[in-house]
């Protein structure tokens, strides 16, 4: 799993709350309603029991429920949509780019493959 973002969980989810799936797996096919623009291929997806969240949404919710210093970026919540999610959109576009890629990808230890989903 080459994804900064699940590094980042893996690390600072301290409680072992969340769990991971790829949008295109078969656990996203069956909870997952068909999203308008679909972004499937670019976004972070958060489903939780208040439904799905995408786009800034999701980073700023996975970032409330991590709570301590996480949850400070969760603020961001109160900037109004129309500018987050283009601001997120310009940053996943271009996080090759700008973040550069991986050569290789960090293999996942039993307790962390554990937490991954079909």
Known sequence: ????????????????????????????????PPLAGDPREWSVIYLDERGVHAESDASLEVYRRLGGVWWLASLLRFVPRFIR??????????????????????????????????
């Open 1 to 32: 799993m080459c994804n900064r973002f699940v590094d980042l969980m893996l690390r600072v989810d301290g409680r072992k709350v969340f769990r991971f799936a790829p949008l295109q797996g078969e656990t996203a096919r069956a909870l997952l």
């Open 85 to 118: 999610n283009p601001a997120y959109r310009l940053v996943a576009r271009n996080r090759y780019r700008w973040f550069g890629r991986w050569d290789s990808c960090r293999v996942p230890t039993a307790e962390e493959k554990a937490r991954f989903l079909p």
